[in-house]
């Protein structure tokens, strides 16, 4: 069974310009999380969708993120403009729905912001 | 808030020995569940162990086992006959309302061959 997929893996961009990362996750799983992981830290929910829907997005910065989940299978997540402060581990999570079940994680993006 | 704390930045093993990693948290439910994860060099998350608040009996997989308080709050994981494919960093994390992950700072463990 193929795992979560995550592009691109590193990407490094000036301050105040754009970025988008991509994420597949697992088939069949319905739920779906991006991660912000700042070094020398644990990561951080950003979002959670269940199929379409946004389940939580009460920590995501909605004045420069945003979120989206194509058809209830892909989501992209943008950053626009970035801050140095962005700079991160960016880790997209799915899971089968039900009652906390087994979160798997991808690879991860790092971001850097120059 | 609701936090996981753990204590330890670093921890450091000998090859074959035992080592405890601790974490504590906070929480107002009576059910909820907590994990532990490994984070390698990759990145890659790895589920170690996961338990049931519920649930009285300490989880085990193989090496590792946990050590369940939940008066005390408290859910240390042990890792036995440490390998050096077990040196990474590792994530304690409890369960949140909606199923998202609340994770503490790490912690670094070394294993020493």
């Known amino acids: 069974e193929a795992g979560v997929a995550q592009s691109p893996r590193y990407k490094i961009i000036e301050k105040r310009q754009s970025v988008a990362f991509w994420c597949n996750p697992i088939?069949?799983?319905?739920?779906l999380y991006w991660y912000q992981q700042i070094l020398g830290q644990g990561p951080k929910l950003l979002i959670q969708?269940?199929?379409?829907?946004?389940?939580?997005d009460s920590q995501l910065p909605k004045d420069r993120f945003s979120a989206e989940r194509l058809k209830g299978v892909d989501s992209t997540l943008k950053i626009q403009p970035a801050k140095l402060e962005d700079s991160a581990v960016y880790l997209c999570a799915s899971s089968s729905p039900g009652v906390q079940e087994t979160q798997y994680f991808g690879p991860g993006t790092r971001l850097l912001v120059l | 808030a609701q936090t996981v704390t753990q204590s330890q930045p670093e921890m450091s093993v000998q090859e074959a020995e035992t080592v405890t990693l601790s974490c504590t948290y906070d929480t107002s439910e009576s059910d909820y569940y907590l994990f532990w994860y490994k984070q390698p060099p990759s990145r890659q998350m790895i589920l170690v162990i996961r338990q049931e608040a519920y649930k009285q009996q300490n989880a085990t997989e193989n090496r590792f086992s946990v050590n369940f308080q939940k008066a005390a709050k408290s859910f240390s994981l042990k890792i036995s006959d440490s390998q050096l494919g077990d040196a990474a960093m590792y994530f304690c994390a409890r369960g949140g309302s909606q199923g998202n992950l609340i994770f503490g700072k790490g912690t670094k463990l070394s294993v020493k061959p």
């Open positions: 969708f269940q199929n379409n829907g946004v389940v939580d």
């Open positions: 088939s069949g799983h319905a739920t």
